[in-house]
């Protein structure tokens, strides 16, 4: 198996909206591939449906050779969503260490993982003083522990500083240097010129899917954002849901 994602006619519908309409991709593995779009064109529902939080209409969504949702791919996938999902009373590494134990990885995983995100200065902090920035690092640290081959990030550098989201950025490639597969979402185009592949969505649909060189060479154009205008049209796509 060489893709680490992959959806046939997948559509997902909340309520009276069709949030994906009918979309078919795939996602290698052992890359990191920028999930682009406006607000509104689905990506955090699609994530979600990866990791098993969504449920899928119609279609077929395989994550990692099993169907999206299977119980044994709960410890194969790190998640992090843009609220970060850790305890404000607790420090860094008490965070840390009590998701570890729910995984069932050791010591040694925990001083990596906050090693990883450069949170060692923080590690007896309380992550209810920290800063924003520094929240989201705490849950990215956990979604590294226990060496998950798949990451799903949501926007993961929102908020940060430029330093610190170049640092990151060489994390990611780390991480698929290593053989993880990353999935990462944004609306911010710049981002997703660090990308080998691009997902590009609007309104529910697939605009592209592939290598990242290949949409810019199909378009004649140098970097994604103005890709991404030349399929969409110049258009904002829409709000709310995302």
């Not at 909206?17 to 779009?37: A, E, H, M, R």
């Amino acid at each position: 198996m060489h893709n680490a994602i992959a959806a046939e006619d997948l559509i997902i519908v909340r309520g009276p909206v069709k949030v994906l309409q009918d979309i078919s991709f795939t996602i290698p593995k052992g890359t990191i591939t920028g999930l682009i779009g406006p607000s509104g064109s689905g990506k955090t529902t699609l994530m979600r449906a990866i990791v098993g939080a969504q449920q899928v209409t119609l279609g077929t969504l395989t994550v990692l050779g099993e169907a999206a949702g299977a119980a044994d791919l709960r410890s194969r996938i790190g998640y992090v969503t843009q609220s970060p999902a850790v305890y404000d009373d607790l420090t860094t590494q008490q965070n840390l260490q009590y998701f570890a134990r729910i995984l069932g990885v050791g010591s040694k995983e925990v001083r990596d993982a906050i090693e990883a995100v450069n949170l060692v200065p923080q590690k007896d902090q309380l992550v209810g003083t920290m800063s924003g920035g520094q929240r989201a690092r705490v849950s990215l640290a956990v979604a590294l522990l226990g060496e998950p081959p798949l990451l799903v990030f949501d926007e993961p550098t929102v908020g940060l500083d430029p330093v610190l989201r170049r640092s990151l950025w060489a994390l990611f490639q780390r991480l698929a240097d290593s053989g993880r597969t990353l999935l990462i979402s944004s609306h911010v185009m710049e981002e997703a010129e660090r990308c080998q592949n691009i997902l590009l969505l609007r309104e529910g649909q697939v605009l592209y899917n592939g290598p990242k060189e290949k949409l810019l060479a199909a378009t004649h154009t140098k970097n994604v954002e103005d890709a991404f205008l030349q399929l969409a049209g110049d258009s904002d796509g829409g709000d709310d849901e995302s």
